[in-house]
């Protein structure tokens, strides 16, 4: 995408920014999101003290955000390469949404993600980690 600077008239440089690593769709969404939350408060940055909340999307976020996987990963992407905190907070969180509760073949089949573990493997590794599963 390339981004036209606005002139405040007394510029000579008008040169358009290009940011190879954003599409001109996605470039649109972050404005538009951005154009939403231009007057919230900003959010406080102890993060030691931030709760790990995923339940907290507001219901403007969650509408905006019903995409398809791979818009919301270019969002997740563009978002944290054009360092917007809260925008790459609330997608990452919708990700960690779709996440929860489910069991490892769940997963794999929402993000279409290919098995590459022997039955063997597998076993192992849940042996491992028994200490993280629910009772």
Known sequence: AVVSTQSTGDEEDDDPVPLANVS???LKKVITWCKHHKDDPPKPEDEENMEKR????DSWDQDFLKVDQGTLFELILAANYLDIKGLLDVTCKTVANM????KAEEIRKTFNI???FTPEEEEQIRKENEWCEDP
């Open 114 to 116: 290919k098995n590459d």
């Open 99 to 102: 996440i929860k509760g489910k």
């Open 24 to 26: 001109a769709m996605i």
């Open 54 to 57: 995923t339940d907290d999307i």
